[in-house]
């Protein structure tokens, strides 16, 4: 696909191309990709490239990747409408992310179908650069455990269900790309085996696993945690747990919410010296609410609260944040003494490696699709571009 | 003090000497002192001392140190008798335990004061080669928190309360070396805080301290953790607890007991990859069951049932253990993959140096005490050495 908008270059900032600083760097932009990157003092003016004048001292760091979302600025994905993901792709690139998961959650049949149908239209169709892409969709639910729903509504917790997944894996034009699932229920690991075996990520989560069916269950092909510590059986020194498990075995990656809400920053800490830069994957979890102001919202036909940066259930569950992925990126160097460098692999690096499309997202590299954040000094997001295009400029574009 | 034995040599053996191996080692040995290490090839024989004619295969490390033990082969600290201790000494040998703290528990004051007398009577009289050293005690409440009793008898716990404790210290004729107690109790940190002053180890245990407590009281002098995720406020993720204390805090020194029984075998790993090898203190936290067959036994006034390797309350209670310090030595390298150096420091060099007696105890070097442990190729105790003198052969002396 080839498209219209003026070939841009970036030039004079600090780079963050594939693992290395560039001081005083380039970027040249064109057909939504990164044609070259470069030392400004080499770099050979062209007049198609349309230089975009920013401040000196700003840092490229590659577009977020959300893999687990919900909603935002009043949208979300159960809306099953075009408008719906539209307002999604058009808010994030405000909190740096230029491509996510569409994320489903437990509901009826018939409304999960919807939202899978109209998600997989939305991925399968052109999606124009300047806003965030659409990836694929994350199936949270409904092949959950009840024990562990959260703000899962319970009554619709079915096992996990081959069958009905091969129809929606159709519904959705084969855009599914992580199921969050609880193994341990009957028919869980068989569904397992089938995702690994189509190039799908099974993900543990909402999940009352014991130690020893996580194990089993990363041996039928499990290798992501879904929002690590929430929702899920927790470290107990005779029962280790999924948390156990999630510390203890490098094959599983592990999603974070990293609001300082879901976990304690000390916590969020243990984990990132457990798991390592390459085993965090931050997300947001956000629902519809995230952009808007306090009030109350709706969450899969439940009122959620949102108040004082937390989004609850009437009964006090957390239900999903409003945490914007920038700032879980700030939070993350702030609660565990990390760098930069380390926050990108867990924000941008590490999912498009998880998604298997590093190849193509994920690092500031040649050939690689044009998404890049600019960061200003106090790590916040100056500018976004998605696949070569501007798609957000701090205080209006 | 001299002692008529006669001088030992040891020959022909692997020998860990202060972190190096010394293949085809000699260790020559005199009033009960470590007089020279070196190759055998370079040893000049002298006829004062005696060769002692082991196997070649076997590897000569230094003794464990048990810093949290109550009792064993049928006697227990509590019983405040010279006989008590005198079992204890010589049974402690046949696991590789050279030396160790006499550990007391909750009861009735008079009781405790009685065991402190006893204890501090044998501690400060000349304690025989030989056997097992007592090196001190290590209190174990009652200033512990009674939601966290285990098997601490509830009914005699009481705040902490320094001027009692100043006149323990007086009975136990200054030999209290590490006192365990819940610091989130009142007049807890005044007691940490004194203990910290006059070079004694305030060990946080039976505590349901929250995270922020736990700051609190390693503020105030706290830096030794009594049988780590044993009756603690576990992890969660909204509240890190004692146990997210201990993983995130270097600080802290953190005793494990590693049955298998009291600790999951991956939570051993967990807190090994947490802690590291310099953070972890092997302890057998052992009743007087141990060495004995199944039955039921007294621990503190209560009924204990020992069977299949573990000793609980009729209530289900986990009550100390049974444990072996030489057999804990060979679990943590299975349930770990550690190597014999790493566990040697956990079970040998991190409780001298905790307890500031590193100069003479705590590895095989040239001036420190002789107390010497030969493993077989199975990591199996076939001789101990206290103090210079043989204490335990394999099989019988």
């Known amino acids: 696909m080839t498209t219209n908008f003026k070939p841009i270059l970036l030039k004079g900032i600090r780079i963050y191309s594939d693992g290395q600083w560039i001081e005083h760097g380039y970027i040249k932009i064109k057909n939504q990709k990164i044609m070259e990157i470069g030392n400004t003092d080499h770099l050979s003016l062209q007049e198609e490239y349309e230089v975009l004048n920013v401040p000196l001292s700003l840092k490229a760091i590659p577009g977020f990747i959300d893999v687990h979302i919900h909603g935002a600025n009043g949208a979300d994905t159960m809306d099953a409408t075009k408008e719906a993901l539209d307002t999604m792709t058009q808010a994030l690139p405000g909190e740096g992310t230029t491509s996510f998961l569409a994320t489903t959650m437990t509901q009826e049949e018939k409304q999960i179908e919807e939202a899978l149908i109209n998600a997989g239209k939305y991925i399968s169709e052109v999606q124009p650069p300047g806003k965030a892409e659409v990836l694929g969709i994350h199936l949270e639910g409904p092949f959950v455990n009840k024990e562990k729903a959260g703000a899962q509504p319970i009554q619709h917790i079915i096992n996990p269900n081959l069958e009905l997944f091969k129809k929606w894996e159709e519904l959705a034009n084969q855009t599914i790309k992580i199921v969050t699932l609880a193994p341990e229920q009957p028919g869980g690991l068989e569904l397992v085996r089938y995702l690994k075996a189509n190039g799908m990520i099974a993900s543990i989560g909402h999940t009352n696993a014991t130690y020893e069916q996580v194990l089993e269950a990363i041996d039928a092909g499990v290798n992501h945690v879904t929002h690590l510590y929430n929702q899920m059986t927790g470290l107990h020194h005779r029962e280790p747990g999924v948390v156990g498990a999630a510390f203890l075995k490098d094959e599983l990656k592990a999603e974070l919410i990293v609001d300082g809400v879901h976990v304690h920053p000390e916590m969020v800490k243990l984990a990132y010296k457990q798991k390592g830069k390459e085993g965090i994957i931050l997300i947001t979890d956000s629902m519809r609410a995230k952009c808007l102001k306090n009030g109350n919202y709706d969450l899969g036909g439940q009122d959620v609260i949102v108040q004082d940066g937390r989004a609850f259930l009437s009964n006090g569950t957390l239900a999903g944040s409003i945490l914007k992925l920038g700032q879980g990126v700030k939070n993350i160097l702030s609660f565990t ?20 499309i590093f190849d193509r997202k994920g690092s500031i590299s040649v050939g690689k699709d044009a998404d890049i954040v600019l960061l200003d000094e106090n790590f916040d997001v100056y500018m976004t571009i998605c696949r070569g295009k501007v798609a957000y400029i701090k205080g209006g574009k």
């Open 337 to 356: 003494g990390c760098h930069i460098e380390e926050a990108i692999e867990m924000a941008a690096v590490n999912p498009a490696k998880q998604l298997h």
